[in-house]
């Protein structure tokens, strides 16, 4: 709504005028489809509206036609004259015709019937006049010029756009132009003898009858409207006008009628009454729909002052319309709100365009809401404006809305760009202030040191206020953290049970004796008290709202909700942050005491980001962007194939990984890592791994330290073994030396024959080599066995190995009454280790097998070594005896160092085997056999590829001489 000085307007229904006014579009619409020029004019003649036949006749509008300035248009001679008829007419209320000349926009002037006729309301007052001009100027152009011969009436009464007849004192019909025969469907020889009121409608014919006899008798002019029967059974309106002719003594002797065809005109007529009894029905709806309409209807002068207000204004200002017309109405305006509408509604008014407006209007019990002020103009034909109207509709409900949308996103940003808790929280006390009418409100949080010790409604509390703007300290007594009463005031009782504290008048309260006097001398009339909770349920702390109102409004239970949760919010994101940024320092640690980075790469991109730790571990800046050019400046040439290998690999094929290389720096230094990553997908459904990278160069030079004291106590435990072996080597070595000692006599003797017998001497000869080769091949598996050498990994042939090693040992067995039973598998594929260390492990495990059979008597001592290739692809040794078998429980814990069931036994032996097999990434276990005896058991990898074949072709040949004593 809009004013003079400051935002003003209205719209009213003060007159029937300005009524029609509201309904003129309507109304323009009804008349400007009737055939004809029409106008209206009020019951003491002036015009008040014009149909647009007119103005296009005449070229002008009504501005120029109101009141008597339709005149302007009628021919200087016949004004004097129609004015008369005019003037007539409204004395008699009855409707006549009239007849002259109106000028056309070009200038020419042209014959017009005008027909008035009045306009009644339900009541039978006259309430308008409606007037009909029709043209005539053709018809009255062909009388002119009509002959007085009886043959040239016909002619002129032909011409006529209406029926002419001629009929007897008595009626009947002597004569019809062809206007009537048409009409009638009739010759005028099949007319004769008719009577003229057989055509007459039976609603008419009464009043025709009596007004016909009444010109016969009188002699005066007939003239009535009434419906006449065309041939096709179709009645229409009919203007009759019979002229009596008569002779010299007076007497009648014939009449001459004229019947104009008004159907057009009376249906033109009966639309008009029924728009102008509709239009005056209107008024009333009109001002109904305007007192009802939801918001403030108003209107307003050209310059701004207010002229109308609806009864919607007067009921929520408490304001009269007396007293808010003009510029009245900008008391209620918000003092914060005036200039600015004052302002933007004289910029409408200078540029004379619609516009709106948001501003505060006080209700009638002080409260202040916000509205939206509409201001449309209404112009003139030339373009003025004439009328401003407009509407307020209140949003108070949606701009409340809209505020704390606004707020709220404001807190969220905050919180979002790490600003301190109580700047948010203050943030938040502000808005809540705004959106409560002026409240006090405050968050006060219980002391976090207390926060989890068990509470009840009994419990004394630690409170601490984190924000209050505009509240008193003396209010907020007791939040300084020291321990308070749970009675002590309605923020402590709600924090200490959990519950929302609600007085709604503390002049009627009974309680908090020593806060509530204090709250009265301040103002504060109610107070609500909203504990602030966790997301799990716990007790944060209170959000309190104090109002000078008694009677607060219940309704903001739901913004006081909202509040307390955006607070919950606010209070839980910062200790959450807190709480991250603490996982955070220990994490960073954590990665610093294990040697541990972290990093991500998305595969689509090769976007990738590391941890501080992992930039530590490649020595790189942390200000450089990570990438794999970068990477590759850091792995040892010798594992950069490998490593590309491996990312080629796992772009293709995504799959969680391991792997270890080495990095080598410009000083030199090498160091080893680990890697292990985790493939995720994101969700655009790209590859991305997560993965840890861990410098275990500290791991490795352990492992290689302990590897050479594994090598040192395998060769202590080969040591040992080499007692037992004694008499198996000295059988072993004294089988060769004894064939030298009898081939080399046996030579001798063949030489000092007579004759010598070279040949036999040359037979001896080669077989003193191949006893001195044999006694070779002891002595070097012997100082392989039990030499001390650094582990080298080769293909070899499990079978063969096993071969040698009991070669060695067949000796010792025969010596103890074992019988082997070698059934070793054909086609093994190929094993990767070292062949001494898997050669003692084999040896210690037959050692150990002939021990468990030492003491049986009762049957055989039968030893089996059984070799076989596994499904999952590694290749199986076990040796099997006939011994006294192993206790279940002890199948783990005989491989410990130290343990053992022999008297004279070190412990050390299957400790070492299974290190030894453990390190070529095999497994070694023992097991009870069903009948008698255990077996004891490894498995390593095998190796299938063409250098492995070709390694066990080459095995095969060294090992002959053990396969054939086997």
Known sequence: MMGKNQAQGAFSPDSDREVR????????????????????????GGVDFVNRAWCEYTGRGLPEAAGDGWLAAVHPDDLAELRKGWSSILASHQPQDMRARMRRADGAWRWFVLRAGPVRDAAGKLAHWSVMATDIEDHRASSEIASPSVGAFAM?????????????????????????????GATLEQQRGWKSADLIHPDELPAAIEAWERSVKSGDVFDMEFRARRFDGVYRWFHVRGQPMKDEQGRITR??????????????????????????????????????????????????????????????????????????????????????????????????EPGSFEARLRRSDGTYRWFLIRAVPQRD??????????????????????????????????????APLASVLEALCDMAQTSLDGALCSVVLIDPKYTHAPRDSSSRLRLQTLAAPGTSAQLLEGTDGQPLEPDFSPIVYAAASGETVIADDLIAEVGWDRWRPVALSHGIRASWSTPIR?????????????????NADRAHRTLIAQFTHLASIAIERAHSEAALKQSQAFMSKAQRLSVTGTFSWRVGSDEIVWSEEVYRILEIDPSVTPTFALIDTRIHPEDLPAHEEMIRRQRSSPGDFEHEHRLLFPDGRVKWVHLVAHATRSEDGGVEYIAGLQDITQRRLSEEALSKVRSELAHVARVASLGALTASIAHEVNQPLAGIITNASTCLRM????????????????????DGNRASDVIKRLRALFAKKEASTEPLDLNEAAREVVAMLLGELQRHGVVFHPDFADGLPMVSGDRVQLQQVILNLVLNASDAMSDIRSR?????????????????????????????????????????TKSSGMGIGLSVSRSIIESHDGRLWAMANEGCGATFAFALPCVRSARARESMDNAGSVSGDARERL
Request: proline share 4%.
């Open 156 to 184: 002129i009464a032909d011409a006529l756009p209406a029926s002419v007849l001629l009929m007897t004192p008595d009626g009947e019909i002597e004569y019809s132009n062809r206007q009537s025969q048409e009409f009638r």
């Open 534 to 550: 966790y997301s799990c349920g716990g007790v944060l702390g209170v959000f309190s709202a104090l109002f000078q109102d008694s």
């Open 21 to 44: 006014t509201g309904m003129e579009g309507e109304f323009s619409r009804v008349v400007d489809g009737l055939p004809g020029i029409i106008w209206t004019a009020l019951p003491d």
């Open 255 to 352: 009449w001459c009628t004229l019947d104009v065809d008004i159907d057009d005109r009376k249906r033109s007529e009966a639309l008009l009454a029924t728009a102008m009894a509709e239009l005056a029905a209107s008024e009333d709806r009109l001002r109904a729909t305007i007192d009802t309409v939801p918001g403030f209807v108003w209107r307003a002068a050209p310059d701004g002052s207010v002229e109308f207000l609806n009864q919607r204004w007067c009921d929520y200002t408490g304001l009269s319309l007396a007293d808010s017309l003009g510029i009245g109405w900008t008391s209620v305006i918000h003092p914060d709100d005036g200039p600015a509408l004052g302002g933007y509604w004289q910029t409408l008014l200078q540029a004379g």
């Open 860 to 900: 055989p001592r039968d030893l089996r070594i059984v070799t076989r290739l596994q499904e999952d692809g590694h290749v199986r040794l076990a040796v099997q005896d006939s011994g006294v078998g192993i206790d279940p429980t002890d199948s783990e814990r005989m491989f410990n160092a130290f343990y053992t």
């Open 381 to 418: 034909e030339a373009g003025q404006v004439v009328k401003w109207y407009g509407q307020n509709t209140d949003i108070d409900d949606r701009k409340r809305a809209e505020l704390l949308l606004e707020g709220e996103k404001r807190l969220l940003e905050m919180m979002a760009s790490g």
């Open 751 to 770: 030489l000092g024959a007579e004759p010598p017998n070279i040949d036999g001497a040359r037979e001896t000869a080669r077989r003193t080599i191949r």
